[in-house]
């Protein structure tokens, strides 16, 4: 099965800190994403990876960034985290830009 | 981009099977539709996927109409497990940009 492992499960930061949040999936996927999920809004594509050094962005990458160094990883960054960034945040990962997604379980993030 | 409209939330007896519509009117021809689910607390998990022709595999059915501009998951035997927010997509843009809007809230009953 593939697995989508994300590095925390809850995070509490303070407003300004700069915040990272690993993913790592062990199926070789060449394609990897970070969505925001909000009540009422769904899941936001943030950014997305089809490519090691590769990245493009989503509908809503204003505050965040991302790295993918290594084809397992994909990291998303926000460099000065606020309060409007509190969410939970879902890694998902598929093998192509066709076929279907697997996500990890999320990481709920409260900026403070 | 094609979109998708669902009914916010929906009950099911248990046992019974669940139908859960979705429209996509303006889905073009090599765009696939995408079921997936999200059980609370959890990451969303792929059911099934089809283009034009009705699928069928261990977590349910997906019928799509002819003219492709609607679709319904078939949960056949809906259990308590089955409780969750099912998401229908279709891809959009030059790259799988998968787009979840806000879904049907299924609750099945006892």
């Known amino acids: 099965d593939v697995k989508v492992t994300q590095s925390s499960r809850y995070l509490v930061k303070r407003t300004g800190e700069k915040v990272f949040l690993e993913c790592v999936q062990d199926?070789?996927?060449?394609?990897m994403f970070w969505y925001r999920q909000d009540p009422g809004l769904g899941l936001r594509l943030i950014y997305f990876s089809y490519d090691v050094k590769m990245k493009e962005k989503g509908d809503i990458p204003e505050g965040y960034s991302v790295s993918r160094e290594k084809k397992e990883r994909f990291s998303l960054i926000l460099e000065s985290a606020s309060t409007n960034q509190t969410s939970m945040y879902l890694c998902?990962?598929?093998?192509?830009?066709?076929?279907?997604?697997?996500f990890g379980q999320g990481t709920r993030l409260t900026v403070v | 981009d094609a979109k998708t409209t669902q009914p916010t939330s929906m009950d099911c007896a248990e046992g019974r099977a669940a139908n859960l519509p979705c429209n996509h009117s303006t889905i073009s021809g090599n765009e696939y539709v995408y079921w997936y689910r999200q059980i609370h607390s959890q990451g969303p998990q792929y059911i099934i996927h089809?283009?034009?022709n009705n699928e069928t595999n261990e977590m349910a059915s997906l019928i799509i109409t002819e003219d492709r501009k609607s679709s319904t998951l078939i949960l056949p035997h809906a259990t308590l497990r089955d409780t969750a927010v099912y998401y229908c997509i279709v891809r959009v843009g030059s790259y799988d940009k998968v787009i979840f809007g806000p879904g049907t809230s299924l609750s099945v009953i006892p």
């Open positions: 998902a990962s598929s093998l192509t830009l066709n076929t279907e997604a697997f």
């Open positions: 089809g283009l034009k």
């Open positions: 199926m070789d996927h060449e394609n």
